[in-house]
């Protein structure tokens, strides 16, 4: 099983504004026009609102819900015994813990993320905010720092925290240094670094997987034409393909990837409850539907009978490409698609619980969506892997002109 069912904290920072709402809507008299009108600076803090959504497990946990004409619906529950401040003016116990605890930056993101659905003012009424602080926090989050301009502590933390919340912990202090200067941050890489370090911001943790290749069978298998030259010269002519697995409370879901090595994108993908030969046929598919390759292309996989069935064979044939298998045992001949496999389980799915396959279904379709449009590639000079063939594209056709 892939580690610990993940907890929603989002539904109880809801709660607490729904709770606020019914309150003070009828003495704010709030018409709503407010979260209607369109601004400039709406999404920009949205990254940062994953951080709070997420909240503080100790907080959330367990903590009774609010109801609208209960005690405590102006946002926040009553204790068992109905006691209210302390007599030293303490606040109530409700309020010192959860959302209305948090760092105000995370407050503003979450009003941002949440305007849609509640007025600005109120929400910031009911997470103990001012109206004027959130719109000058949204007007420093939309400009970078002035070039020449040190950015203190604390705005840069805000900007790692909402780099790391967008790459969904996946990312540690190379690739989050990287998106900062990409998004126009001058930073030193060793002060994110130690920045991270201080607030124990860090990537997921590394975890071992067991293969699933399965090499003892009879049937024809291709020499190794790729020979691990891992690094084509244009796009469309070395294929890769590996197959894993990943555990939900239905059973296993397997999951099947065609990676082009010029750009390392995933170009085609397919996921089973099983692991017979139309998973591997069906990526392939996939694959060759949207790129339509040149006769010639290299496709190399493992020795897994899966890829040695006539069905995997026979299609390769039909496409016109060329087939070529690792050494048996070598998982090296294929490293490029183990190392997805370990960006995609432990950046993403470690720690995840699934329910069901279509959970996790949904869950790996938008990391392959992220790693190819947006994940910073180390291989490819620190850039995603569409923007990668973008490039060479745009270079190839300024030496045609």
């Not at 010029?262 to 085609?268: D, K, L, P, T, Y």
């Not at 139309?278 to 897994?304: K, N, Y």
């Amino acid at each position: 099983m892939i580690g610990k069912e993940r907890v929603n904290h989002g539904d109880w920072y809801e709660g607490a504004v729904h709770a606020g709402v019914q309150a003070r809507g009828v003495e704010t008299g709030e018409d709503g026009a407010e979260h209607r009108r369109n601004s400039k600076d709406s999404g920009l803090i949205g990254a940062n609102a994953a951080q709070l959504d997420q909240g503080r497990a100790a907080g959330a946990i367990g903590r009774p819900r609010c109801e609208v004409g209960e005690p405590g619906a102006d946002g926040d529950c009553a204790t068992s015994g109905g006691a209210g401040a302390g007599q030293n003016g303490a606040r109530h116990p409700g309020k010192s813990d959860g959302v209305l605890r948090e760092a105000a930056g995370l407050k503003y993101a979450w009003i941002e993320r949440n305007r849609a659905r509640w007025p600005v003012s109120l929400s910031c009424k009911v997470l103990g905010v001012s109206t004027s602080g959130y719109h000058e926090h949204c007007r420093r989050s939309i400009a970078p720092p002035r070039p020449g301009k040190r950015i203190g502590n604390e705005a840069l933390l805000v900007h790692i925290r909402a780099v790391h919340a967008e790459s969904r912990g996946e990312y540690g202090w190379p690739r989050v240094w990287k998106q900062l200067l990409i998004n126009g941050i001058r930073v030193g890489k060793e002060r994110v670094r130690r920045l991270m370090h201080d607030h124990g911001i860090k990537a997921r943790g590394k975890r071992k997987f067991k293969a699933t290749t399965d090499s003892n069978h009879s049937m024809p298998v291709a020499p190794n034409l790729l020979a691990r030259d891992f690094s084509p010269a244009a796009p469309n002519t070395a294929w890769t393909s590996d197959v894993t697995y990943i555990a939900t409370d239905e059973g296993w879901l397997y999951l099947a990837v065609i990676l082009d090595l010029f750009n390392r994108e995933v170009v085609g993908w397919s996921m089973k409850p099983h692991m017979r030969q139309d998973l591997v046929v069906d990526a392939l598919r996939m694959a060759w539907f949207r790129r339509h390759p040149a006769p010639g292309l290299i496709m190399h996989s493992d020795r897994g009978s899966q890829y040695c069935s006539k069905a995997f064979t026979k299609t390769i044939k039909a496409y016109g490409m060329r087939a070529s298998m690792s050494r048996k045992g070598d998982c090296w001949d294929n490293a490029p698609t183990e190392s997805l496999w370990g960006s995609l389980k432990v950046g993403r799915l470690h720690g995840m619980r699934f329910a069901t396959r279509r959970a996790a279904m949904d869950e790996v379709i938008d990391w392959l969506t992220f790693y190819n449009h947006r994940r910073l590639h180390s291989t490819l000079g620190y850039v995603s892997p569409m923007q990668f063939e973008r490039a060479w594209l745009a270079a190839q056709a300024r030496q045609a002109a």
